[in-house]
């Protein structure tokens, strides 16, 4: 075995990427995931149908073949973008079909009673779910969504293909110069077990400090 | 005297099983009406057909001059002028009882925060809550959360309110404080429609007891009359059995 500490500098370039994709595909993808939920629960058959198609074909094609289609597919129409946006997109567009998933159970969960007295007070249906459905479809939601951060921060890592230098990116490049495949992806492997931790813990903080009593799977029995 | 609420031969489905069928009646600002009648009859149907809830197949529904089942009237400004109770409370579970009776005033009405917050403080005075202001509903017994809800209602400053079934869900030794703060209510000349099974309320306070059985009205009168001389059979059966099962509590 074989550790050297530049090794750690040198992948620690790859981290501001990393973090900036993952970031910014959650992002998107509550957004569109919200927008994608809202619609498949509350819109019209036809949007319904369109939305689900979105969200099958996102779920149930191969993440990596997704953003190929996007980085080498697209160029054939004219359409070339840059390998960061190519990446931001493809995990951007899968994630929120995966959240959408995610915040339609959670709205589908709030109690129908909450929507009728929301109505009956004389708010509109979007007031209704700005004010009373979407406030507690995110509490609801939390536990499980925390599992979609967690697995962007590691699916990020298949950007490498399209030669990002990510986390993933660096350790490939740094590799296959010294050909300690096995060592250096080791301490790849700490990095994102390492990040994985600080989200988790992050995660549970804002758990708890927007938790309300009875709401949500507080004080239940395990 | 004023029509506040005109009902007009009101018809609802719900698929082959006809509900109501050709419902009508009047209400005079500051009646306390009871609707009483066998489950199944179409009384909830009725009072959620009234702020359309569920929208009625036939038949008009007036509030004073405006004709709330025409389809071009805005019916969130006429919901906001119609309080409904609802049999299992519904209070919004991630706002605070004060959270709860302030937010229509301030999302539907625009009122200011400040000033919502002084008038739901009124409201939950009044059904004797003030204390409870911070707590969640999941904090309150069943008896807390139907008055906070009845104070949510009051914030609006209904023209009328709609009580479904308002103690049905309630504890026996809850229900008594829910009456409590309904009776006063009709005594300030609150305009009430309550659908009930408490025949004491109804004695203390209803002008009239509407009798339904399958999706009609089978008969009406003040609370007296139809105890001591009721038209039909059913009527004089019916109130028998209620007043027997549920005993008269206030």
């Known amino acids: ?222 | 005297m004023n029509t506040l609420l005109r009902v007009e031969d009101i018809h609802k489905c719900y698929g082959k099983e006809r509900v109501l069928t050709g419902v009508s009646f009047e209400m005079m600002k500051g009646d306390t009406k009871v609707i009483i009648g066998p489950s199944g009859t179409g009384k909830s149907t009725l009072l959620r057909c009234i702020n359309r809830l569920t929208p009625a197949d036939k038949g008009r529904v007036w509030l004073e001059d405006e004709e709330i089942t025409h389809t071009r009237t805005n019916i969130n400004r006429i919901r906001a002028q119609i309080g409904f109770v609802f049999q299992d409370f519904n209070l919004f579970s991630h706002l605070t009882a004060l959270g709860n009776v302030r937010i229509a005033p301030t999302k539907v009405k625009g009122m200011k925060k400040a000033e919502a917050t002084r008038l739901a403080m009124e409201e939950l005075e009044r059904v004797g809550l003030a204390d409870k202001a911070g707590a969640y509903p999941a904090e309150l017994s069943g008896g807390q959360q139907q008055r906070v809800s009845i104070a949510r209602a009051l914030a609006m400053s209904p023209k009328l309110i709609l009580f479904d079934e308002p103690t049905s869900a309630l504890d026996p030794e809850l229900i008594g404080e829910v009456l409590d703060v309904m009776i006063s209510l009709a005594k300030e000349g609150m305009t009430m429609l309550v659908v009930t099974h408490e025949m004491g309320f109804a004695r203390a306070v209803a002008d009239e007891i509407i009798f339904m059985e399958r999706g009609i009205i089978v008969e009406h009168g003040p609370p007296a009359q139809l105890f001591s001389s009721p038209k039909h059979r059913r009527t004089g059966e019916f109130l028998h059995k209620i007043t027997e099962l549920y005993g008269e509590t206030v």
């Open chain 1, 1 to 222: 075995m074989v550790f050297k500490w530049e090794w750690v500098g040198k992948l620690a370039e790859g981290l501001p990427l990393t973090l900036e994709i993952t970031f910014t595909c959650i992002a998107i993808g509550i957004v569109l995931g919200v927008l994608l939920a809202l619609a498949r629960v509350y819109g019209n058959r036809p949007l319904r149908a369109v939305c689900g198609v979105y969200i099958q074909f996102f779920r149930g094609t191969p993440l990596l073949v997704q953003l190929f289609m996007i980085y080498f597919g697209l160029p054939n129409w004219g359409i070339k973008l840059s390998p960061f946006i190519s990446g931001i997109l493809a995990l951007g567009l899968n994630t929120a079909a995966y959240q959408a998933e995610y915040f339609r159970g959670a709205i589908q969960a709030v109690r129908g009673g909450q929507l009728l007295a929301a109505r009956s007070l004389g708010m509109s249906l979007p007031q209704a779910i700005r004010y009373v459905i979407l406030p507690q479809a995110f509490r609801l939601v939390l536990p499980s969504w925390s599992n979609e951060f967690i697995l962007m921060l590691k699916y990020s890592s298949i950007v490498f293909t399209i030669a990002l230098l990510d986390l993933m990116g660096q350790g490939k490049r740094l590799a296959s110069r010294n050909f300690r495949f096995f060592e250096v992806f080791i301490v790849v492997a700490l990095f994102y077990l390492a990040l994985v931790f600080v989200v988790t813990q992050i995660l549970r903080l804002i758990e708890r400090r927007v938790r309300i009593p009875g709401l949500g799977t507080e004080g239940e029995a395990r």
